[in-house]
């Protein structure tokens, strides 16, 4: 159940999460956890979070978002690896130590398309789960890898 006080937290934090003009307070992203996540975050689960409409359909958006940003597609290849809460909000995004250029656009384009994640489930239920996501740029194509 969503309680008013996650729902006030939500859409307060909704902007920062999709444009990624501001960092997220503590407070802010304890408050997260602890309300979308039951204070339980899991590194391993039964079925990763996947993308409503397949990673094909993703790496097209996330192609167009940069392309309407003017950002060059250079390639190469780049890890990330993030939360993917119940509510499939993306928090604390981090990218593996790998060089790839302009990681603030592909980190803006992650956070665009957050509401296409479906989260993971453990023993059945809905919970909130690192995942690994690999972008691989090759001719102005992305190719999206999913893993724990």
């Given at each position: 159940?969503?309680?008013?006080?996650?729902?006030?937290?939500?859409?307060?934090?909704?902007?920062?999460?999709?444009?990624?003009?501001?960092?997220?307070?503590?407070?802010?992203?304890?408050?997260?956890?602890?309300?979308?996540?039951?204070?339980?975050?899991?590194?391993?689960?039964?079925?990763?979070?996947?993308?409503?409409?397949?990673?094909?359909?993703?790496?097209?958006?996330?192609?167009?978002?940069?392309?309407?940003?003017?950002?060059?597609?250079?390639?190469?290849?780049?890890?990330?690896?993030?939360?993917?809460t119940s509510q499939s909000l993306l928090l604390n995004i981090q990218k593996e130590p790998r060089?790839?250029?302009?990681?603030?656009?592909?980190?803006?384009?992650?956070?665009?398309?957050?509401?296409?994640?479906?989260?993971?489930?453990?023993?059945?239920?809905?919970?909130?789960?690192?995942?690994?996501?690999?972008?691989?740029?090759?001719?102005?194509?992305?190719?999206?890898?999913?893993?724990?």
């Amino acid at each position: 159940m969503i309680t008013k006080k996650f729902l006030l937290i939500a859409l307060t934090s909704l902007p920062v999460l999709c444009f990624g003009q501001q960092t997220i307070t503590d407070s802010a992203y304890n408050q997260i956890i602890n309300t979308d996540c039951d204070g339980k975050l899991f590194t391993r689960v039964e079925t990763i979070p996947a993308i409503k409409n397949g990673t094909a359909a993703l790496a097209d958006s996330i192609v167009a978002y940069l392309k309407t940003k003017n950002t060059p597609l250079a390639n190469g290849k780049v890890e990330f690896r993030f939360l993917v809460t119940s509510q499939s909000l993306l928090l604390n995004i981090q990218k593996e130590p790998r060089i790839i250029i302009n990681e603030a656009a592909l980190r803006e384009a992650l956070e665009k398309f957050s509401a296409l994640w479906i989260p993971a489930r453990q023993n059945g239920r809905i919970v909130c789960a690192y995942v690994r996501c690999e972008l691989d740029f090759f001719d102005d194509t992305l190719t999206i890898k999913l893993g724990q």
